[in-house]
């Protein structure tokens, strides 16, 4: 079998942005893929902050993601059940510094065996445009 991932726009909306992640993987862990590319959106941001992250990883599964910049900077790494509310304090803002991209990178780690799953919802908000 093969690695089986997808990237579904739930809401794209003029502020607020949803995507939901999957991936079964059966055969290895996932490279550095973008996942959130803000040049594909409507209207078109240059920067967002991810709200809520709510996840379900399997087994021994970890999730990493990061902000797209010269130097890439890892704002989460989830495993198991659990959600990320960080709208109390105004969200995860993209911090990433020379080369920033806006975009969100998604990588694997710890793929052994068998099937591994994730899901996971990121709510975000568009704050920049150009």
């Known amino acids: 079998m093969a690695n089986t991932v997808t990237t579904q726009t739930i809401l794209d909306g003029d502020r607020n942005l949803v995507l939901l992640l999957t991936g079964v993987l059966d055969t ?23 709200d809520r992250i709510r996840h379900s990883i399997s087994g021994q599964l970890s999730v990493i993601l990061d902000w797209d910049a010269s130097t890439p900077v890892r704002f989460a790494a989830l495993t198991g059940q659990g ?20 975009d969100i990178y998604l990588t694997t780690v710890g793929w052994a065996s068998g099937s591994q799953t994730y899901t996971i919802v990121l709510e975000m908000t568009k704050t920049s445009f150009s």
């Open 28 to 50: 290895s862990d996932e490279a550095r893929v973008i996942k959130v590319d803000v040049s594909s959106f409507v209207p078109a941001p240059t920067r967002i902050r991810v």
């Open 83 to 102: 959600e990320v509310d960080a709208r109390k304090f105004g969200g995860l803002q993209d911090n990433g510094g020379a080369g920033r991209t806006g």
